[in-house]
Structures are given as C-alpha cells and as structure tokens.
C-alpha cells in the first residue's frame, strides 16, 4: 500500500552545524505534509508543514523542501543545536483527512 | 486553553481488564485524531473524528476498541479485556479542518502497559 518513510534511521550532526532529514512517499494524492519532532516520553511537536502548490517554505531555523517529481520531501535544520536531538518524523495527508506517518529519524547533535 | 490535554499520563493495568483514555482537544478544533505508537515507530492511526462523528476507523482496530465523541469536544477511547500487545503510547491529536487540512496538535499522550 501506499506509505511514508525515511531514508536514515540515525542522523549524528555536530552541533553548529546544519542538518538535513529526507521522508520519501509514495501517495502521489497526499497534498499536505508536516515535519514533528517528537522528545522521549512526549507527543510529537509540529515544527513546519507545507502544501503541495509549494516547493519550500521556510521558519525560524527551518526549511522544508518538497519535490514531487521524486515525491520526496526533506527538512533542513540550520545551526543544530543540542535541542534538536530528538526523533522526527514525516507526515502526509490528502483529501481523505488522516495523517499518516512514517517510522522516524533520530537527530543525535555531538558537541 | 493551552493544548491537547490527555488523561492519564501513565495508566498500568492487568491483562483481561478494561481502560478508559480522555483526550480533550484545543477548544476549537473540530478534528480528533487518536494513534498509538510503540516504541521505534511512528504513530499508527486508529480513528478521527469530525465533530461527533467518527469518519474513519482503521482496520488494524479490533473489536476490543471503541472511541466516542459524543459531543463534539472531549473524546474517549475505551480498550476492553486489555491484551499485552495493547501496551503502548495512546495519542490524541486535534486540527481545525475546514476546506483544507491543517496541521494537527498532539497530546502529551497515555502510555499503557498491561501486565
């Protein structure tokens, strides 16, 4: 069936420097996407969301990218700092209204 | 109103008894979503709600569970003669949907454990 992902389980990334999350789909009608980051023990946290009329958009030390083409979908994190470890995941939603998500990345920020 | 509240935080059970999970969405939202999440995984959706109804329910949902949103506010989610594989992180979520989907605010979440 149709499904989210993630293409690295684990991302280690010095802290400074910029860190780059990619989820793949594969539901060419998904037309909303969000990027959570989700701390041990807590629900996930909404960190940026883009539709698919965009190809980016940016917030505060954040960028999402989205390329339909390859349905691929990718979130940037500039000067990563320590409270950025935590597991981020991507999610997809379209006409149908539920979100679905796929299994996650661990950020690891080494000092 | 501060968030999606859920209660309880932690909730130990024995295996064959009954819970009961609450999630009180951000007051005007009219979506609720519950997921449960295991450890290493994503959230895996179980049921949403657009105002009192509900409008999907996963077919990975057994019999056993049972949601309700009678009023269009607070929602239950009910787990009958728990199992071991129900322990896991219950999570709600709410958005407020009009044309367009937006994004959806999560709970602290209900983390059960049936022993």
Same mark, same amino acid.
């Given at each position: 069936?149709?499904?989210?992902?993630?293409?690295?389980?684990?991302?280690?990334?010095?802290?400074?420097?910029?860190?780059?999350?990619?989820?793949?789909?594969?539901?060419?009608?998904?037309?909303?996407?969000?990027?959570?980051?989700?701390?041990?023990?807590?629900?996930?946290?909404?960190?940026?969301?883009?539709?698919?009329?965009?190809?980016?958009?940016?917030?505060?030390?954040?960028?999402?990218?989205?390329?339909?083409?390859?349905?691929?979908?990718?979130?940037?994190?500039?000067?990563?700092?320590?409270?950025?470890?935590?597991?981020?995941?991507?999610?997809?939603?379209?006409?149908?209204?539920?979100?679905?998500?796929?299994?996650?990345?661990?950020?690891?920020?080494?000092? | 109103?501060?968030?999606?509240?859920?209660?309880?935080?932690?909730?130990?059970?024995?295996?064959?008894?009954?819970?009961?999970?609450?999630?009180? %969405?951000?007051?005007?939202?009219?979506? !609720?979503?519950?997921? *449960?999440?295991?450890? #290493?995984?994503?959230?895996?959706? &179980?049921?949403?709600?657009?105002?009192?109804?509900?409008?999907?329910?996963?077919?990975?949902?057994?019999?056993?569970?049972?949601?309700?949103? %009678?009023?269009?506010?607070?929602?239950? !989610?009910?787990?009958? *003669?728990?199992?071991? #594989?129900?322990?896991?992180?219950? &999570?709600?979520?709410?958005?407020?949907?009009?044309?367009?989907?937006?994004?959806?605010?999560?709970?602290?979440?209900?983390?059960?454990?049936?022993?």
């Amino acid at each position: 069936g149709e499904s989210v992902g993630l293409h690295l389980p684990t991302l280690s990334v010095q802290e400074g420097d910029n860190s780059i999350i990619n989820c793949a789909y594969s539901n060419s009608a998904s037309d909303y996407f969000i990027w959570y980051k989700q701390e041990s023990g807590k629900g996930p946290q909404f960190i940026i969301d883009i539709r698919s009329n965009m190809d980016k958009r940016q917030g505060q030390r954040v960028t999402v990218l989205l390329n339909k083409t390859v349905k691929h979908l990718s979130l940037q994190i500039a000067a990563t700092q320590p409270g950025d470890s935590a597991v981020y995941f991507c999610a997809e939603a379209g006409s149908w209204g539920k979100f679905q998500f796929g299994a996650g990345t661990q950020v690891v920020v080494t000092p | 109103d501060t968030g999606v509240s859920q209660d309880p935080r932690h909730k130990i059970t024995k295996r064959g008894q009954n819970v009961t999970f609450r999630c009180d %969405p951000i007051s005007e939202h009219n979506r !609720l979503y519950w997921y *449960r999440q295991t450890l #290493g995984q994503g959230p895996e959706f &179980l049921t949403y709600f657009q105002n009192e109804a509900q409008l999907e329910k996963s077919r990975l949902l057994s019999d056993r569970f049972s949601a309700e949103r %009678p009023k269009g506010s607070f929602s239950t !989610l009910e787990i009958q *003669r728990t199992e071991q #594989g129900d322990s896991a992180m219950y &999570l709600c979520a709410s958005s407020l949907n009009n044309a367009l989907n937006t994004e959806a605010f999560f709970g602290q979440g209900t983390r059960l454990t049936v022993v």
